[in-house]
């Protein structure tokens, strides 16, 4: 009884994990039956499974349907929002051309009135040595008033 035996020791009942030598645990060699698993005693319990499967299942469904609907929803409301920014962006780059061409239009405008006071300031200067002392006064005198120019003239 005390002397050591050749066999080699048996696995652990239930089919347990093995311990080898130099591996670590290994995986049993063979699983039981899955009979063996789930007996016969249990099997009221288990033939309810497949309602609560398709109840489960149903419920999935409806429950990703009701998501869809809101992702539907929620896009729907998204693609209304972004139909509404981009056609207030048109209309922004419209009112943005239209005050763009005002702008360069008043530039222009500006420009050529700057150009029409520089000639006249000339056609003045060359003129006005030509006029007698008394009239160069009055006409430098008209100049200067002339240059003075408050807002509620221009109206």
């Known amino acids: 009884p005390g002397a050591p035996s050749s066999r080699p020791p048996s696995p652990p009942l239930g089919g347990g994990l093995q311990r080898g030598a130099a591996a670590g645990w290994l995986p049993p060699a063979r699983l039981p039956p ?24 149903s419920d999935s469904c409806d429950r990703i349907k009701d998501e869809f609907q809101l992702l539907q929803a929620q896009y729907h409301s998204l693609k209304l929002e972004c139909d509404k920014l981009a056609s207030e962006k048109s209309e922004m780059q419209r009112h943005y051309v239209m005050y763009y061409e005002m702008s360069y239009g008043l ?5 050529k009135q700057a150009e029409i006071v520089k000639r006249l300031n000339g056609i003045c200067a060359q003129v006005l040595p030509y006029l007698s002392q008394e009239h160069q006064q009055q006409v430098l005198g008209a100049i200067e008033r002339a240059k003075q120019v408050t807002a509620p003239e221009l109206n």
């Open 34 to 57: 899955i009979g063996m698993m789930f007996p016969q005693s249990r099997h009221s319990a288990s033939s309810h499974l497949p309602q609560q499967l398709k109840f489960t299942t």
């Open 107 to 111: 530039n222009i405008e500006m420009h």
